[in-house]
């Protein structure tokens, strides 16, 4: 069983970087591809970002290529979203989810785990 805790949203001013984490507190995290994915007020949940079970392998949404990064420590049972350059289109509550042993997907229904969000606002 995954159960995720995001951390490390907050108020920042565009142009600047957040780093979000997703904390696994389940046995079997390497088990799991993870994605991040992001809902503003009134729209729908979008992709932001997924890697691979191992690590090796990571895809972006095209708004965020270039600027997001995701990465993953198994030995932590922690997944990252570093975010640079951030927008005010960014703003958004930021969720962490995983699915065991598929990649990639970007459709919020393929994942089976979710956390509870974290709001990242940015100013302009």
């Known amino acids: 069983q995954v159960q995720l805790v995001e951390s490390g949203g907050g108020l920042v001013q565009a142009g600047g970087s957040l780093r979000l984490s997703c904390a696994d507190s389940?046995?079997?995290?390497?088990?799991?591809?993870m994605g991040w994915f992001r809902q503003a007020p009134g729209k729908e949940r979008e992709f932001v970002a997924t890697?691979?079970?191992?690590?090796?392998?990571?895809l972006y949404a095209d708004s965020v290529k270039g600027r997001f990064t995701i990465s993953r420590d198994n030995a932590k049972n922690t997944v990252y979203l570093q975010m640079n350059s951030l927008k005010p289109e960014d703003t958004a509550v930021y969720y962490c989810?995983?699915?065991?042993?598929?990649?990639?997907?970007?459709?919020?229904?393929?994942?089976?785990?979710w956390g509870q969000g974290t709001q990242v606002t940015v100013s302009s």
């Open positions: 890697i691979s079970w191992g690590g090796s392998s990571a």
């Open positions: 389940g046995r079997t995290f390497n088990n799991y591809s």
């Open positions: 989810a995983a699915v065991f042993r598929r990649y990639p997907l970007t459709r919020p229904w393929e994942y089976d785990s």
